[in-house]
């Protein structure tokens, strides 16, 4: 009997553990309930312009893309999803926007959960 005890606290003790890591982990989403997380994990998702100079659009996820527009700072866009791209100062991650137009995602800063990976069907 003491050993089904023992086996029980450890449980108790990991999934404790488990349950602190995914609030700590996820931030706002975990606090904002079940619904809300399931809601927002599937778009449309948010992003605030943090680029002080303005965040430049292009036809793709590439500096080798034409530049078809800018998003002023403190724009909040709409995100679809995000892409890896061409590598921008150490990060190949860029943002497909709702018209469907490409922007490097360290110009924008997240507002609630991070942006799902582009389905082939997006790109």
Known sequence: MKYLSQIR????VLASAGLLCGVLGSGTAAAAGPTSATVASHGPYKGRVVARTGAPVRTGPSTHY??????RHGRVVTIVCKVNGRNVRGNP???KLRD????????????????RWCHRHHR
Not at 9 to 12: I, P, V
């Open 9 to 12: 606290r450890s449980a108790a």
């Open 100 to 115: 469907g137009r490409y922007t490097w995602s360290r110009n924008i800063a997240n507002i609630g959960p991070i942006p």
């Open 66 to 71: 034409k530049v078809v527009g800018e998003l």
């Open 93 to 95: 991650r860029w943002y």
